[in-house]
């Protein structure tokens, strides 16, 4: 099971990015889906997450500004909007995944850059 992120960039504050993370591979069930970042020299900290049932959940710094979303093809979205220089960071995705052996595993995407500058 793979994750491909995509939508990373520049943008000027103020502005909007969409990321996107799709799965592949041999997925039974995906129970969770999440955004991660990490700024430099910081740890990386859970920005958003989508599980079964439409549980989602912010951070607070992000509340109101971000949209976790996921479509029924095995996609997470995360719309960034009123982006901040503090949003500034590698985003990561990142799934709790089982497969057709209903082996559960927790797969990390490539990190995709988000930088927020004038």
């Known amino acids: 099971v793979q994750l491909q992120a995509s939508g990373g960039g520049l943008v000027q504050p103020g502005g909007s990015l969409r990321l996107s993370c799709a799965a592949s591979?041999?997925?039974?069930?995906?129970?969770?889906m999440k955004w991660y970042r990490q700024a430099p020299g910081k740890q990386r900290e859970l920005v958003a997450s989508?599980?079964?049932?439409?549980?989602i959940n912010y951070a607070d710094s992000v509340k109101g500004r971000f949209i976790i979303s996921r479509d029924d093809k095995d996609t997470v979205y995360l719309q960034m909007n009123s982006l901040k220089p503090e949003d500034t960071g590698v985003y990561y995705c990142n799934a709790d995944i089982s497969d057709y052996s209903f082996r559960r595993s927790d797969v990390w995407g490539q990190g995709t850059q988000v930088t927020v500058s004038s």
């Open positions: 989508h599980a079964t049932g439409e549980r």
């Open positions: 591979g041999s997925i039974f069930s995906i129970y969770a």
